[in-house]
């Protein structure tokens, strides 16, 4: 039977699972350890049957992997499924990425990903990271014409500060914004060295309260750290994206760690996976509609749908916050 709920905002008309499926872990073996494309394609169709409605991607998953893998996944669900795919970051031959939102590079990029997915449409169309070098009112108004094609439904944003976010609002609506959350980077300053122009919990979270918009924590569970299996060291090969996260792999990771093992020893009291402590956190919270958690297999996305079927006790919640705020 699911147990999955659905959560809803004005600037979207269509319910979204309270767990979505976040497919940078499905861009193949050579950028993530442990995954095949045969379990990615059984775990999004179990997450599909289960309820999972919202799924993450983005054309620089795997340099396009992760699109196409998630298009042989949906065959046959397509009206079942929300897509929120991403633009502006796009390679050159030698895989240099670069931030590019001009208007010609979005009548690329669209094209290459509604072929990639084998679909008329993406459901949300989200800008990836700020580009400096194109004006946002160019920007959106190649978005606005792709949503009169037909071709996209909602434009999102990404890692866009407030400032940014109120620019592009004004030449267009915006129905939602993605940022770095969980329960160790709550108003984080960076992530994989790049800074942020923003505080997740204390700027955009009442933005998109105030403007009916829905609020997507990318890296709910810190790319592993917030789970049972991750440990002082060897977590990842060495191609694994990860290696890029220098708050999982240089000093600062040990102030990271211990943290996540006073989570752990909290969850432990209360017989549940630290993951599912985790999700849950971040499912009480009202501005959030969607979380991105990743899945390798059906065992991990089915751990992660169980995180709603209990919920954390107030003592706890107060413990975990006196741990949080150390």
């Given at each position: 039977?699911?147990i999955?709920?659905?959560?809803k905002v004005?600037?979207i008309?269509?319910p979204?699972?309270?767990?979505?499926?976040?497919?940078?872990?499905?861009?193949?073996?050579?950028?993530?350890?442990?995954?095949?494309d045969?379990?990615?394609?059984?775990?999004?169709?179990t997450?599909?049957?289960?309820g999972?409605?919202?799924?993450?991607?983005?054309?620089v998953?795997?340099?396009?992997?992760?699109?196409?893998?998630?298009?042989?996944?949906?065959?046959g669900?397509r009206?079942?499924?929300?897509i929120?795919?991403k633009?502006?970051?796009?390679?050159?031959?030698?895989?240099?990425?670069?931030?590019?939102?001009?208007?010609?590079?979005?009548?690329?990029?669209?094209?290459?990903s509604?072929?990639?997915l084998?679909?008329?449409?993406i459901?949300?169309?989200?800008?990836?990271?700020?580009?400096?070098q194109?004006?946002?009112k160019?920007?959106m108004?190649?978005?606005?014409?792709?949503?009169?094609?037909?071709?996209?439904k909602y434009?999102?944003?990404?890692?866009?500060?407030?400032e940014?976010?109120?620019?592009?609002?004004?030449?267009?609506?915006?129905?939602?914004?993605?940022g770095?959350?969980?329960?160790l980077?709550?108003?984080p300053?960076?992530y994989?060295?790049?800074?942020?122009?923003?505080?997740?919990e204390?700027e955009?979270?009442?933005f998109?309260?105030?403007?009916?918009?829905?609020?997507?924590?990318?890296?709910?569970?810190?790319?592993?750290?917030?789970t049972?299996?991750?440990?002082?060291?060897?977590?990842?090969d060495k191609?694994?994206?990860?290696?890029a996260?220098?708050k999982?792999?240089s000093?600062?990771?040990?102030?990271?760690?211990?943290?996540?093992?006073?989570?752990?020893?909290?969850?432990?009291?209360?017989g549940?996976?630290?993951?599912q402590?985790?999700?849950?956190?971040?499912?009480?919270?009202?501005?959030?509609?969607?979380?991105i958690?990743?899945?390798?297999?059906?065992?991990?996305?089915?751990q992660?749908?169980e995180?709603?079927?209990?919920?954390?006790?107030?003592?706890?919640?107060?413990?975990?916050e006196?741990?949080?705020?150390?």
């Amino acid at each position: 039977m699911k147990i999955m709920f659905y959560k809803k905002v004005d600037k979207i008309k269509e319910p979204l699972s309270a767990i979505g499926y976040g497919c940078w872990g499905i861009s193949g073996g050579d950028f993530w350890s442990g995954t095949t494309d045969e379990s990615s394609i059984k775990t999004i169709q179990t997450a599909i049957k289960n309820g999972v409605n919202f799924f993450d991607v983005a054309p620089v998953y795997g340099f396009g992997h992760a699109e196409e893998i998630l298009g042989k996944s949906i065959k046959g669900n397509r009206s079942k499924i929300f897509i929120a795919s991403k633009c502006g970051l796009v390679w050159d031959d030698d895989r240099n990425i670069s931030n590019n939102l001009s208007p010609d590079s979005l009548e690329r990029e669209i094209n290459a990903s509604l072929k990639r997915l084998d679909v008329d449409y993406i459901d949300l169309y989200q800008c990836h990271w700020p580009d400096p070098q194109t004006d946002i009112k160019n920007t959106m108004k190649k978005l606005n014409e792709l949503k009169d094609e037909g071709l996209i439904k909602y434009i999102g944003l990404t890692n866009f500060s407030i400032e940014e976010a109120k620019m592009a609002m004004y030449f267009g609506e915006i129905s939602s914004m993605q940022g770095l959350y969980n329960m160790l980077e709550r108003n984080p300053d960076s992530y994989h060295n790049i800074p942020l122009e923003y505080k997740t919990e204390k700027e955009v979270f009442p933005f998109v309260k105030k403007n009916g918009i829905a609020f997507f924590p990318y890296s709910p569970l810190f790319q592993g750290l917030l789970t049972d299996s991750f440990g002082e060291s060897h977590n990842f090969d060495k191609n694994d994206v990860r290696n890029a996260n220098p708050k999982l792999n240089s000093p600062l990771f040990d102030k990271y760690y211990d943290k996540s093992l006073k989570i752990r020893e909290i969850a432990k009291e209360l017989g549940k996976p630290t993951s599912q402590l985790a999700i849950n956190w971040l499912v009480q919270k009202d501005e959030i509609t969607s979380i991105i958690a990743g899945a390798q297999n059906t065992e991990q996305l089915l751990q992660n749908i169980e995180a709603l079927t209990w919920n954390i006790p107030e003592e706890t919640n107060e413990k975990l916050e006196k741990v949080l705020e150390e």
